[in-house]
């Protein structure tokens, strides 16, 4: 039992299963588990804070999942024991709505808890933290779920008593004053364009009648806006082909300006031009690099370790910005963001290619639904001067050939170990192959430029941030090129008798 709830530390995230009817998952995610973790996050945040719990107040909200409202009860029972002063329910909300309950002067709250499991199936279910300085970092949710460990089940005989807050109306609203203001045409920015929006059952379909709306768009077309933690239609997943397909759909038989698609809790967004194509991963960092450029020229933009050779050329070469590319993980990637402007390094853009996304200008909050505003006030400009839609912006962007992901399964006992030691060897590997060479300013795993006699692209090689897994990403700019990289990556590979190899 020591150890149930450390089990449930997912990075800077808890996670579970929350419902059964997924084989071989059992369910690790119930009331008597969730009380503790309340409980410990408010005498985590009143030292945090400084104060007293008797002072403290607290809000919570959640997505679209089935489990939402046991998982939910349970936190605020826990809270509720912690002796919080006040305890407020927003209902189905937005991940980044959630961190805005601490920073809007109507709510005022010190802290905040979001329910949700991204874009993971419907048997899932997770607790994201936030305060005012933003989303806790993993070594706070060791520490809570410490405090959990030590305080043990413990039973909650009545209802707690919450307030009901309207904090998704405030939200959007503040959406739309940031778009109005942002375009500068009037109160109505976006009569004239039509818009479609897929929510994926998720918690993103105010952003029809709430944000596009009051704005003007014509919406006719939207989809999937109903929250439905089944998952109907498809995963909410901007990355995932199934979802771009539905929003893809809609866009062509909608003859839409622009398509939208966010995940489960609004944290991530893509993107479908007027064409069809979508504005995803590498075009949608391209997008909103052009548009922040546009406004800081020359800052930082830090990106996941993946993000293609053609990305840093646009960044580079063709927009006069900065590329960081750094490691994977969203908070990794918008820390390093921060850590940057803090040493004098001027950056207003941390993004992921799954979609994740912060700007200095937002707090450096993870919002999928504020890149969308950053667009629509670019799309608003440019319909206005007549000059088309956004896809203009990333017009000529270098794509790769081909690009593909392996993962290779760690079978070793301490994983963590036994990749630290192929990654060495692997590292001599490049060293004494021919073409390759080790890429400069790399900051995870191995990362190898392979010239164009041996496959005209990049290989990196790295372990997981959570799973006993070695991920391996290859692009090239000519086609056959991944086969003839991933065939050398294989003969690398098939040393370790340790690993449980994809097909290559």
């Avoid at 020591?2 to 579970?16: C, H, I, Y």
């Avoid at 989809?223 to 998952?231: A, E, R, V, W, Y």
């Avoid at 021919?434 to 191995?446: I, Q």
Wanted: aromatic share 8%; net charge negative.
């Amino acid at each position: 039992m020591d150890r149930t709830w450390m089990k449930l530390q997912n990075g800077s995230d808890v996670r579970g299963v929350a419902l059964e009817g997924v084989e071989g998952e059992a369910v690790n995610l119930t009331p008597e588990i969730i009380r503790p973790i309340g409980f410990a996050f408010a005498q985590w945040l009143s030292e945090k804070k400084g104060i007293p719990v008797s002072q403290l107040k607290v809000a919570v909200g959640h997505d679209s999942r089935l489990s939402s409202n046991m998982v939910k009860t349970a936190v605020f029972q826990g809270l509720e024991k912690a002796g919080c002063a006040e305890l407020a329910d927003s209902g189905l909300s937005s991940t980044p709505a959630m961190f805005m309950a601490t920073v809007f002067e109507n709510h005022a709250c010190d802290g905040s808890i979001m329910l949700t499991a991204s874009h993971l199936p419907f048997n899932r279910n997770g607790l994201k933290f936030f305060t005012r300085d933003g989303g806790l970092e993993k070594a706070d949710i060791t520490q809570i779920l410490t405090v959990a460990t030590a305080t043990g089940v413990f039973e909650a005989a009545m209802p707690p008593k919450v307030r009901k807050i309207n904090l998704m109306d405030d939200y959007a609203a503040s959406l739309v004053a940031t778009i109005r203001t942002g375009a500068g045409q009037g109160d109505t920015p976006l009569v004239g364009l039509k818009i479609v929006v897929d929510a994926g059952n998720g918690a993103g379909g105010y952003f029809v009648d709430k944000v596009l709306a009051p704005l003007g768009a014509d919406t006719t077309g939207s989809q999937f806006l109903d929250p439905d933690g089944s998952f109907p239609n498809h995963i909410p997943n901007p990355e995932d082909p199934d979802a771009m397909d539905a929003i893809i759909a809609a866009v062509k038989n909608n003859n839409a300006d622009l398509g939208i698609i966010f995940d489960t809790d609004v944290d991530r967004a893509g993107a479908v031009d007027k064409n069809g194509a979508p504005i995803n991963r590498n075009r949608f960092i391209a997008l909103m690099a052009s548009i922040v450029l546009e406004e800081h020229p020359g800052t930082v933009i830090v990106t996941d370790s993946v993000t293609s050779t053609g990305l840093k050329f646009w960044i580079e070469e063709k927009l006069g910005g900065v590329h960081c590319r750094f490691k994977r993980g969203y908070k990794n990637v918008i820390n390093e963001s921060i850590r940057l402007n803090g040493e004098g390094k001027e950056s207003w853009l941390a993004m992921e290619t799954s979609g994740h996304g912060a700007l200095k200008e937002n707090y450096f909050l993870d919002d999928g639904a504020y890149q969308i505003a950053k667009i629509l006030i670019k799309a608003a400009q440019l319909h206005a001067a007549g000059k088309g839609g956004v896809d203009g912006l990333v017009s000529g962007l270098p794509e790769p050939a081909a690009a593909k992901e392996y993962r290779a399964k760690i079978k070793a006992e301490n994983f963590g170990v036994y990749g630290d030691d192929l990654l060495k060897r692997f590292e001599q590997f490049v060293a004494d192959e021919p073409g390759w060479a080790a890429t400069l300013n790399n900051f995870e795993g191995v990362h190898v430029t392979v010239d164009a006699e041996h496959g005209n692209g990049w290989a990196l090689l790295r372990k997981s941030l959570h799973d006993p897994v070695l991920p391996l990403n290859i692009e090239s700019e000519e086609a056959g090129g991944v086969a003839k990289i991933a065939a050398r990556m294989q003969a690398f590979l098939l040393q370790f008798d340790q690993l449980d190899l994809p097909k290559m």
